[in-house]
């Protein structure tokens, strides 16, 4: 879809929802294809793109509130996986697994402090 959208200079989001038939009244589905622009979005893939490389990969929580601030009001989480599947030439997603609860509870400041405490 991206590189269509390039090509035509159509947003992906509009591509993406003619290819599932998902129809809305014309005003309607022009607000919410029209999140943001065709340059915001480079910008925010470039954005996650720089985030990744530093390993700091956005969560989709995140890459939703970038979104947000840059159209000015809210995006939907549908909206994010829209984004992500017409992205999905240049971003790579994937679910990721949580820190187990016993990891998470060893993970504590006083531990921390003991352990260089005997180091010195």
């Given amino acids: 879809h991206q590189e269509v959208a390039n090509q035509t ?7 993406l929802r003619n290819d599932q038939g998902v129809t809305a009244p014309r005003a309607e589905a022009d607000l919410q294809q029209h ?3 065709l340059q915001q979005e480079r910008e925010l893939c470039e954005y996650i793109e720089v985030l990744t490389e530093h390993h700091l990969p956005p969560t989709r929580q995140m890459v939703q509130n970038f979104a947000a601030e840059m159209a000015h009001e809210s995006v ?3 909206w994010v996986s829209n984004f992500l599947y017409c992205h999905s030439d240049t971003l790579l997603h994937k679910w990721c697994t949580a820190m187990d609860k ?12 003991q352990y260089f405490k005997l180091l010195h």
């Fill in 9 to 15: 200079g159509l947003l992906c989001s509009m591509l």
């Fill in 35 to 37: 999140k943001l622009t």
């Fill in 102 to 113: 016993q990891r998470h509870y060893t993970n504590s400041p006083a531990k921390y402090e």
């Fill in 76 to 78: 939907s989480d549908t």
